[in-house]
């Protein structure tokens, strides 16, 4: 996210407009990968409803050394299951 967007809630409403375009167009999950020390987005995402699966050791590259990367996945609610989540 832009540095001069972050805090005003962009990330927010883009990642809720994200789940529900894909509940319309019937995906059955989300998955990503964040750096496990960006608790913002992390925290972010938990309150969307992803959950964290594991780690995934030396997964990236950033500024020329190998980086962890924590794998994380939403799974749609279908309109009769949405009570679930």
Do not use: C
């Not at 990642?15 to 964040?34: C, D, M, N, P, S």
């Not at 608790?39 to 995402?45: D, I, P």
């Not at 997964?59 to 679930?84: C, H, N, V």
């Amino acid at each position: 996210m832009e540095r001069t967007l972050r805090g005003q809630g962009v990330g927010k409403r883009l990642l809720f407009t994200g789940i529900e375009w894909a509940r319309q167009y019937e995906f059955h999950k989300l998955v990503l990968t964040l750096f496990p020390e960006n608790t913002a987005a992390r925290f972010l995402y938990l309150q969307a409803g992803f959950r964290s699966v594991g780690i995934l050791h030396e997964q990236a590259q950033l500024d020329g050394r190998w980086r962890d990367t924590e794998l994380m996945e939403y799974i749609i609610p279908r309109s009769e299951d949405s009570t679930k989540r």
